[in-house]
């Protein structure tokens, strides 16, 4: 986490000049980054595996990695703006042992990253503090890429799905000035994938990040 506070650090630094001319201002830019947790789960990739005709399968996963997100957005008033989002959901994967048609192993990885837009609303708590909450959708391209040892266990060794998908969330935020604030948010993408990706994959992210006004 030492770069992104770095970055976010230069933010702060490079925003202060101009907090009087942005105070007014109603387009403003933001990054985030965080930890993420998937619904990449043992059960789910046994499950998976035995739809295939697979017998007696026995998975480990991996459901923890980090994202990140850059943000553009629009304030109507300041209770409610509208957000544009790319965001990087991050990687995930599972190490399945299979007993039939054959005996071998098979490893999986999965990625999900994307364009979105939602409408914010926020309530002021203070002067400075607010909290928000946000709601809109994600058109997210999601791959998997399967290898298997030995390589003739299985007959596909990847699938890809872009569709659209959920998004929403809640955060606090804090103003420093009229030109930078920070936040720290918890954010869900649903509906992320389907049955050629193993599945539809759903990411929570815990994460901190800044918005400077232009």
């Known amino acids: 986490m030492k770069k992104p506070l770095g970055i976010i650090a230069a933010v702060l630094t490079l925003s202060t000049a101009g907090a009087v001319q942005a105070q007014s201002a109603p387009l403003y830019g933001g990054v985030s980054f965080g930890s993420t947790r998937s619904n990449v789960s043992a059960g789910e990739v046994n499950d998976f595996f035995r739809s295939l005709g697979y017998g007696s399968p026995s998975t480990s996963a991996d459901d923890k990695d980090s994202a990140y997100k850059f943000s553009l957005g629009y304030r109507f ?3 409610v703006a509208v957000e544009g989002f790319y965001a990087d959901l991050g990687k995930y994967n599972s190490r399945t042992t299979l007993t039939s048609p054959s005996a071998g192993s098979v490893s999986a990885d999965y990625k999900s990253k994307g364009y979105g837009v939602d409408l914010v609303l ?3 708590m203070s002067q400075a503090f ?3 909450g946000r709601l809109g959708v994600i058109q997210a391209k999601t791959d998997a890429t399967f290898g298997s040892t030995p390589s003739s266990l299985l007959t596909f060794n ?3 799905k872009k569709k659209t998908g959920e998004h929403y969330g809640a955060g606090l935020q804090y103003d420093l000035n009229p030109a930078l604030a920070l936040r720290g948010e918890v954010e869900t993408y649903r509906k992320l994938g389907d049955a050629s ?4 994959l759903k990411v929570d992210v815990i994460s901190v990040g800044a918005i400077f006004r232009f």
Request: charged share 5%; aromatic share 6%; net charge negative.
């Open 122 to 124: 926020s309530a002021p």
């Open 158 to 160: 990847q699938g890809s």
């Open 130 to 132: 607010s909290v928000y």
């Open 197 to 200: 990706t193993g599945g539809e």
């Open 77 to 79: 008033s300041p209770m």
